[in-house]
């Protein structure tokens, strides 16, 4: 079998994948990227925190997305029947970027992607790992488009494959995550929704169902008059719905008076309606020897605070300074120096995730009467600034401070 060597070898083009080549390639590195399906294609987690675009930045990819065309996007609009709010991520608590973009992923991928091999990144599309052997010098076995098997040596491997989590499979590192199973049923729509209707584009709109707090809508504006729609929730209540996948979302949707009023002329059947359950996933490590996983390949918790591409984008930048500091002859402990600090940021937004689905963030967001220190802190959460230990929302590693403040705000 031929044997192949480079420096980094990335599996996935994704959004992790594609930011850790192109801070790689800023290094000197020669990067390799396999990816098993042809771009574009599409994927799921549209609406970006303005946290991403610091990594974005700094990777050298800021003018591509730019200059893309995707929906501006400056905050989160929720609303649960009659109560209704807003947050501007421009007037929260840390500093950096309040601004970012709702995107339609097989686009926005691409163009990341495009952006690593302007930089000198090689990308083989169609090319699908069958075998990996971590270690000193790790290898992996790839198929090629055309059938034929051949072997990569690395210096080091990084997998970005996203929810097809290639190194968890093929290693066993999978562990059960421990929230609950949930799933998702979504489409796109041409909303039809007329300027003067009461939606803000620039927002992405969560609604809560009337009549349970676990249950939850995603509205994603893109720039082409198109939105992304999905519903939220545990299987049994997906199952309670007969018909079409099409038929299920409609009927779900249609039990919220403002999303029915939303999307009155809406036209459906642009694109099939897709379900997937059991989303959330974890693993025993983020990383072994000559390896480490980037994004949702190590782990997923939940779309509702859209932290999917931030997580990714963190986790690519905090390998390839580990990498960097490796090259440079220093000694690199990954769990200190990478899987501790990813985890810190993940650990806040599954706080917030769980106060979200408990019903307790959301007595905390709709308050007639917030303190705006409290609430730009908050908004600092929701835009991504999960790392930022100034932020005692995101230092408070026991989430007491979120559990007094939904007390306070439940009285």
């Known amino acids: 079998m031929k044997i192949e060597k480079t420096e980094i070898l990335i599996i996935g083009a994704g959004p992790a994948g594609s930011v850790a080549a192109a801070l790689l390639r800023k290094q000197g590195r020669k990067v390799l990227i396999v990816e098993r399906e042809q771009f574009p294609r599409f994927s799921i987690g549209e609406s970006l925190l303005p946290q991403s675009m610091e990594y974005i930045e700094a990777a050298g990819l800021l003018q591509d997305v730019v200059e893309a065309g995707f929906q501006y996007k400056n905050g989160a ?5 009659e109560r209704s709010t807003e947050f501007d991520f421009r007037d929260k608590f840390s500093p950096g970027w309040g601004t970012t973009y709702q995107v339609q992923r097989a686009d926005f991928d691409h163009v990341l992607v495009r952006g690593a091999e302007r930089m000198g990144a090689e990308v083989r599309y169609r090319h699908e790992v069958l075998a990996a052997t971590p270690g000193e010098v790790p290898q992996v076995t790839v198929r090629s488009p055309q059938g034929e098997e051949y072997a990569i040596e690395a210096d080091f491997m990084l997998d970005a494959s996203g929810f097809g989590r290639l190194l968890p499979r093929l290693l066993k ?8 199973v949930r799933g998702a049923i979504f489409t796109h729509v041409r909303d039809h929704i007329p300027v003067n209707g009461g939606f803000d584009r620039n927002k992405i709109l ?26 939220v929730a545990e299987p ?3 199952e309670r719905y007969p018909g079409t ?68 984008f963190k986790s ?3 390998a390839s300074d580990c990498l960097r500091r490796k ?25 917030f995730v769980e106060a979200w689905y408990q019903g307790g963030f959301q007595k905390i967001i709709f308050h007639p009467d917030p303190q705006p220190d409290i609430r730009a802190m908050i908004c600092s959460i929701l835009a991504g600034y999960a790392w930022d230990k100034r932020n005692p929302y995101a230092a408070d590693t026991t989430g007491r401070r979120l559990r007094v403040l939904e007390q306070l705000c439940a009285n």
């Open 206 to 231: 969560i609604t809560t169902h009337p009549e349970h707090v676990d249950v939850w809508y995603w509205t994603i504006p893109f720039s082409n008059g198109c939105c992304s729609l999905g519903v």
């Open 327 to 351: 090259y440079a002859g220093e000694m690199i402990d990954w769990e200190q120096d990478f899987a501790v600090p990813l985890r810190e940021g993940v650990q806040t937004f599954r706080r």
């Open 245 to 312: 996948e099409l038929e299920r979302l409609q009927a779900i949707v249609g039990e919220d008076p403002n999303l029915t009023r939303l999307l009155k002329n809406a036209g459906w059947g642009m694109m099939p309606v897709r379900q997937i359950i059991g989303y959330s996933a974890n693993v025993k490590s983020l990383w072994g020897p000559g390896y480490a996983l980037l994004g949702n390949a190590g782990e997923f918790l939940d779309p509702v605070f859209s932290s999917g591409v931030t997580i990714a």
């Open 77 to 81: 609009a929720f609303v649960r029947g």
């Open 236 to 238: 049994a209540f997906l």
């Open 316 to 318: 690519a930048q905090l």
């Open 173 to 180: 590192l999978e562990s059960p995550s421990n929230f609950p």
